[in-house]
């Protein structure tokens, strides 16, 4: 069974621009969370969506957002870049969303 | 305010023999406890889980501690092989407003060194 895969692996964007990021979850998955891990606060929740529902959110402003198709893709949209928006952002999948998740390998996104 | 804590961000143990991982959790509301071991350039991988009723769980040399009480766990590894080197994430989480979705709450991670 393939894991979650996310495109584009790397990604540098400069401040003012916007970016979407997508994540295919694991065949079978319907939940999709959304991390972003930076060496100084570590891994944060963004969000977390369940059959095209956010259903939980993280405590980052409005500029960050996603949304879930109905075959479970998922993608993230980070509007009007800025420097600290530099980081790794991580997909995650789980069946119905309970706490094993299962991670890609996440995108590395440097705002410049 | 960090509610989960790695206060050692390194630890380096000889092969053969014991890693003892730790981690400090403040939130109350917390239920369940996993472990997730990080390579570089990949995505966090899923290594084991304990609930807060249970006390113990064991993965082949891999064995979960929670003392609730403390709010406390660790992760022992036993023997330790230089395969394990990686970093090591503890991660808290509970059901969300009976949602049915469950958020992470990560530590910060110890890169575990295992020298041959």
């Known amino acids: 069974k393939a894991g979650v895969t996310q495109t584009p692996r790397y990604l540098i964007k400069t401040r003012g621009q916007q970016v979407t990021l997508s994540c295919s979850p694991i065949?079978?998955?319907?939940?999709v969370s959304w991390y972003q891990q930076t060496p100084g606060q570590g891994l944060q929740f963004l969000f977390e969506?369940?059959?095209?529902?956010?259903?939980n959110k993280g405590n980052f402003p409005g500029r960050f957002s996603g949304r879930q198709f109905s075959n479970s893709r998922s993608e993230m949209n980070v509007s009007t870049l800025e420097l600290g928006d530099s980081a790794l952002y991580l997909c995650?999948?789980?069946?119905?969303?309970?706490?094993?998740?299962?991670f890609g390998p996440g995108t590395r996104l440097t705002v410049l | 305010d960090q509610q989960v804590k790695q206060n050692s961000p390194s630890l380096s143990v000889q092969e053969g023999r014991i890693s003892i991982l730790n981690c400090d959790y403040t939130?109350?509301?917390?239920?369940?406890f996993l472990w997730y071991k990080k390579y570089p350039a990949e995505g966090p991988t899923f290594l084991i889980s304990?609930?807060?009723?249970?006390d113990k769980n064991e993965d082949g040399r891999f064995t979960v501690f929670l003392n609730k009480s403390a709010k406390h766990l660790s992760l022992h590894i036993v023997p330790s092989q230089p395969g394990d080197s990686a970093v090591y994430f503890c991660?808290?989480?509970?059901?969300?407003?009976?949602?049915?979705?469950?958020?992470?709450?990560f530590g910060k991670g110890t890169k575990l060194s295992v020298i041959p």
């Open positions: 969506y369940f059959s095209e529902t956010q259903r």
């Open positions: 991660a808290a989480s509970n059901a969300y407003s009976g949602a049915g979705s469950y958020q992470l709450t």
């Open positions: 065949s079978g998955h319907r939940s």
């Open positions: 304990i609930s807060s009723i249970k």
């Open positions: 939130n109350s509301m917390f239920d369940y």
């Open positions: 995650a999948s789980s069946l119905v969303g309970g706490p094993e998740q299962f």
